[in-house]
């Protein structure tokens, strides 16, 4: 039972450049989330989104981009990378019944991303 | 909106103590408490949570209670091992959020045999 699972698991960027963090889940979970980890700072809500083709900005959104057009996946795309970017970055997803539900949220293992 | 404080950022327990951690918040639509243990390299995983219209939730040496009122929760770990040795957060959910999380900053706790 796989869950979910995150791609690559690290990276070296440079500053300008691009890149896509890839994020997978096989338990057919409507409700997907990415999120930032920084020292001492807890995680910080990037995207998130509710349903294939439904996606919504977080706390912390500006140079990020994502989309959902499965069920499955959710990838989170950088386009100009910048050292303010350099994070752990965790996908996670739940399985949501409505604006009203909180369920528990499953997370990857994460993506370190240095940018330099 | 929603602010979580946690308490304290870090924690040294002799083995078979027990630990205490405890987060507060602020908005009183909150209804979700679940915990999370981080270990190093991986993803938080669940280990209790708790919702609004319970006070106490136990699961082996883990529990968790609830004070409303107060808007604190706390998580309780009982007889301390090695292996219990991790990140833990906190987090809270509130109603028509979607099932968004607003976690706490973390408690580094650390077991020493």
């Known amino acids: 039972n796989a869950g979910v699972t995150q791609t690559p698991k690290f990276r070296i960027l440079k500053i300008g450049q691009s890149m896509t963090l890839q994020c997978t889940q096989d338990m057919n979970h409507n409700y997907m989330y990415w999120y930032r980890q920084d020292p001492g700072m807890g995680l910080k809500l990037i995207y998130y989104s509710v349903g294939a083709g439904i996606t919504d900005k977080g706390e912390v959104p500006n140079g990020y981009n994502v989309s959902r057009s499965t069920t499955e996946d959710f990838p989170l795309r950088l386009e100009l990378a910048a050292p303010s970017q350099t994070s752990v970055y965790f996908c996670?997803?739940?399985?949501?019944?409505?604006?009203?539900?909180?369920?528990?949220?499953?997370f990857g293992d994460g993506t370190r991303l240095s940018i330099l | 909106g929603e602010n979580v404080e946690q308490h304290p950022s870090t924690l040294s327990v002799q083995e078979g103590d027990s630990a205490v951690i405890k987060c507060t918040y602020s908005?009183?639509?909150?209804?979700?408490f679940p915990w999370y243990k981080q270990e190093l390299g991986k993803g938080p995983q669940l280990i209790i949570d708790?919702?609004?219209?319970?006070g106490e939730k136990k699961d082996q040496r883990i529990a968790v209670t609830l004070n409303k009122t107060a808007k604190h929760f706390s998580l309780h770990i009982t007889e301390t091992q090695p292996e219990d040795s991790a990140v833990y957060f906190c987090?809270?959910?509130?109603?028509?959020?979607?099932?968004?999380?607003?976690f706490g900053a973390g408690t580094q706790v650390v077991v020493t045999p």
């Open positions: 987090a809270v959910g509130s109603t028509d959020s979607w099932g968004k999380l607003q």
């Open positions: 996670a997803s739940s399985y949501g019944a409505g604006m009203y539900s909180n369920q528990p949220q499953h």
């Open positions: 908005d009183s639509a909150s209804n979700y």
């Open positions: 708790i919702r609004s219209n319970v």
